[in-house]
């Protein structure tokens, strides 16, 4: 193997693969670059400014795909176990980065990188085997067209090594499905096409396994750190009710009146009570945990009776039992638990393929398209039997599959007909499971944010769950919610730098203070233990992922909902009449950031004052 | 845990669990046992015919499953990796052992127990899982349903050690399929119903993980007999050629004329050179091993082309290949690849299920099923698309395939209309893929072997490989095969005491005396350094099983070929006009076995010569 090392203690490594010519290179991150950074989120963000010329083709050779963890990774804090990719998205063609639980982070920081930047593309399938400091690119043609389990099995065999973690592509990836996603152990990175950027490149996986240890630089200061925050973890009430029940909200929301039925026509799940929360806890046949988490939020599920008896899954997640419910207008717990396997295995984001299912739906129902068009698929309102072909259709992108294989955007634009107004997304990310009307600072984030309609990019927990963090709010209430989601924003971004856990952070368990002890007692950087300078950096990574977007041509036209979140109000339930009201909210917006108010983009002001003068033009 | 114990070096220790009452009980073999009946195979015979009382369902509490190692599993000696699991067989309802390759056997060593006798059953789904010494039932209810590879991953998981051993069912096991295997990652105890007794006894699997290290009681003497091994295996010109090719013995017996075709209506496959030895090489992907075997005869194939593009399996072995070919007169790489996942999946026994459905194409060609009974499936010659479909419905016992999944003795004499005859089996168990009429000692041993048509019994490689050992002969000739088969059945019981692997001693790569000197070497035994005193013992448990299965009532009525056969010359090719003439060779077996010429049942000379007093009646 070229480059073999021994690794013990270690930190701030970089490898870069270049698929291409087969090349690699190490490097030290300079202290510069963490101390304005951090890791994580900020580090991708950074590198893909820097390295991505505008313009370049998602699915080229010139795109990057950067692997990250954070300097609380792989230690004995809680809830830091999240590992991320960042690329620019074949789907948004704007900047993007995804995450996922289990143990790959973990992994790949005793492995002894903290940042894996793979760009190129090999001329035949490859996988990336990393072993301690030690690196190879392996032929991955007997790989290519395996299912994401397989692919974890047949990796471990060939190398005799069961506890090798795993970053694969399914079929979806292969095939360069839009939104087709990277998986690790059934958990996915799922959103925004890291999966079709790995196929692009001809990378089927990453395989990764070390035995090092996470230098620490004040071990007491750090325990005691980490001792605080498994106090929280333990006391606090909602975390409480996610270790019971995961992330099962589809009650919930439901009761919101925001659970997102019919593509987004109406509120309620007419047989919402299917899917009330105890079924699926009903259905769970063991707990799931990430690396060194406590909250155990993961399932094994299983169908015992029915016509999809004996299939089963890990999860669903709250999105996934949305995914194949909502946009189908059913609730059918059979059918999620198959669906959601089957785009695990295929390697799907469930968010955008039940999204994209939905939009087929709709024009189904408005005689936009016809049985000609789906290849004989009744799309029936009610009639969510299609949806696990059409997945394979996607996957494969044979038939129909095809068309939805490119999201719903530009799927739209291909059929004309007005279908646009049925794609339900932003930048060409589809919606979540949150419809916006419901919930102004959470609508507010999906609209603004960097990767378009991501829920994570900023959940604003206190409309949904009533955390009083920093106050308490209305969740139909206009006013003020630009600071808001400018608050959820940026102290997401700040904790992505670890990387923090979503969950527990919409939950308020992970204060900035606390934060700040944990980091700089794992990094020894002073002013890492200073909240406010966190805080900053958490705007500077948001700032700096706009500036990307921003030079790739995005701007203020970009941060726009399809009329229907805007124009036309609920329908009915609990959440009955409302509109998202986009222009004040916008404007507040706009003018917590300190960005144009006409163009949406930073001030030279603000990007001076967040050190990125580098990005103004 | 109960049971818990510090486990080191050790041996001869026997694990006992009643799955009804959930007791454990442990103990010692004596080792007056152990002189007589060495491990493995031995033991499981002896046990079972102490144990079991004569008439017991074999689906019933009664049944024993006996798991089986042997005094060289878990050693650095060659090919000594299998592993066994004994029982009385659903199939024939006489005595069964089938064995595996794989892992599980040195797993199992390590773990403390050369013997896991499991009787009684559960009342809902459990796994057993025992680690260096301690033991437990564990619920699996949530694995029920779960095809192979997925139990193993989730039995990894939850008990999070990915290098746990697992031997488990699947839907075919639990749904008592009669020819239903037990399965270690890919590898398979395939014949006789294994997976259907564990599934009656609601055993999804048996999880294993041991640390401890094999008592060895002369050091010395067995490294170097180890070595001794290696070098013969090394300059072996056989084994390199399994080396390199696997079991690809397709072209090899289509060219002897004996590749059963179309039911065994013929012995060449029309279409033969379209599955020569190249073509599985050109797909193989990577090679496979077991436990401590410089073989590496496995291959993880994959198919990139054509309809079943994608596909891809560890295998096929030459029996799997014929299986789904030969029965229904087509070669079809693709289909053959895909049906040998879904059997390793769905926990099917290739060899039986190819040749029941080859049954089903028979009697659907000769109308005596029809469309109505096969629920519309075209099993017409050469149309071998239904293939999957019909596994499919035998695992699940769903439609036609509940009636194929009683194999095919049973399921002829449902459907009656002189079906019996084209049920091409021995004791109820299926013919595998060689012509007993092209090799009349190969032959011999499936009429007379005590599991049914099982040609690891006592592979004749002197009729097929033209091994000269005891000496040269005829594959056509009748004189002397009688004392041939007992030969090679011998020398098999004799070898599966270790538990040597069959492949390497169909090419003569074991002789009695090097087997002599491992055995005494580690075991300390001094009869054991005796090559005659193993072709006793071998000697000894070809018998004992023959007189478990006089109990149950076999004789010479059951040592019967259908008369396709015996009657039938080969129409054409290389074996034309050939019959298996089975008068003089069933006289010239039972006089070398000094067995009774009229009832086939051992002399009492021949029992007590043999030790085997006890089972005189």
Redesign the interface.
Known sequence: MPGAKKVGGYKNRILRVNLTDRKFSEDTLSNEFIHDYIGGRGFGAKLLYDELKPGIDPLGEENELISLVGPMTGTNSQSFHRWKVTFKSPLTSGYFTSSAGGFFGAEQKAAGFDVIIINGAADKPVYLWIHDGKYELRDA??LW??DC??T???I???LND??IRIACIG?AGENGVKYAGVFT?RRAAGRGGGGAVMGAKKLKAIAIRGSGKVAIAEPEAFRQAAREQVQILKEHEGMKGFSETGTQLAEFTNLLGMYPTRNFQEGVLPDWEKIERSVYTNLR??K?ACYRCMLHCGS?T?M?TGRY??A?TEGPEYETIWAFTGPEGKADVGLTIAADKLCDDLGLDTISAGNTIGFAYELYDRGIITKKDTGGLELTYGNSEPVLEMLRQIAYRKGFGDLLAEGTLEAARRIGKGAEQYAIQVKGLELPAYDPRGAKAHGLNLLTSNLGADHNFGYAGQELFGIPIPREVDRFAVESKGELAKYNQDLTAMTNTGIYCNLPLSMATLSPELYAKLLSAATGVKDFADPDYLWRVGERITNLERMFNIREGFGRKDDIFPKRLTDEPMPAGPSAGQVFEIEPLLKSYYKARGWDAKTGIPTKAKLDELGLGFAIK
Do not use: F, M, Q, V
């Open positions: 043609t007997y067209g395996l389990d397989d974890h099995t047949l471990r065999e060939e069961p506890r079929a152990d046949e063991r799931t094994i299983k015992n008896s004996g089963w």
